[in-house]
């Protein structure tokens, strides 16, 4: 069965860095794009980047663009986020999702639980 | 202010039918299709739509899609307490190139 646990979330500074990681597993990783999406507490859910199977190309929303970057190691099917310069409306559960196609942005098929992470100082 | 318009809260009781609209434009609905996701408090998302009208397998006859110009519905019937959630819609968006969510719909089945 498909499974995506993230894993990397914590508590950091305003201006700091983090990177989150979602291992996959039960589907053909390179075979689908993904997602990270968010949601700050108590509220909605907010789309943040998607990488294409390959790697070749990726997009983000413009709240983090510049200051996120998504990648993939598909040799171990780990989907990553690398965030820099965060800011207090960083904080959110960020879950990774598997995209139900490879190249072109559609809909996200399976979801992992999420990780947590606070921006605090 | 999402993009994409939802009511931010329904209810009904047991047994009844529900339908929440999804508003868009013509960069997005208009455009792409719909999908749309059941959030349980607590839990992850979970795909209910996709491409405006399927159902992944596993979920129940009782949710369908449909989508009209900028406009798209979830249409739940024969309510449960177990379908006391947030329900959220989402497309891509030409403009923005991004994907985007509606806000969320609240259901409470009392």
């Known amino acids: 069965q498909v499974q995506l646990v993230e894993s990397g979330g914590g508590v950091v500074q305003p201006g700091g860095s983090l990177r989150l990681s979602c291992a996959a597993s039960g589907f053909t990783f390179n075979n689908h794009g993904m997602h990270w999406v968010r949601q700050p507490p108590g509220k909605g859910l907010e789309w943040v980047a998607f990488i294409r199977n390959d790697g070749s190309n990726t997009y983000y929303a413009d709240s983090v ?9 598909n040799s171990k099917n780990t989907l990553f986020l690398q965030m ?3 800011g207090v409306e960083d904080t959110a559960v960020y879950y990774c999702a598997k995209n139900v196609g490879g190249k ?15 921006v605090s100082s | 202010q999402s993009v ?36 349980v408090p607590g839990t992850a998302p979970k795909l209910l739509i996709y491409e405006n009208t399927k159902r992944p397998s596993g979920i129940p006859d009782r949710f ?47």
């Open chain 2, 4 to 39: 994409l318009t939802q009511p931010p809260s329904l209810s009904a009781a047991p047994g009844q039918k529900v339908t929440i609209s999804c508003s868009g434009s013509s960069s997005n609905i208009g455009k792409y299709d719909v999908s749309w996701y059941q959030q």
């Open chain 1, 84 to 86: 820099s310069n965060l």
């Open chain 1, 65 to 73: 663009k510049g200051r996120f970057t998504v990648s993939r190691d």
């Open chain 2, 64 to 110: 369908s899609g449909s989508k009209s110009g900028t406009s798209a519905t979830l249409g739940i019937t024969g309510l449960q307490t177990g379908d006391e959630a947030d329900y959220y819609c989402g497309t891509w968006d030409s403009g923005l190139s991004a994907w985007v969510f509606g806000g969320g719909t609240k259901l409470t089945v009392l």
């Open chain 1, 104 to 118: 072109y942005i559609s809909s996200f098929d399976y979801w992992g639980q999420g990780t947590l992470v606070t």
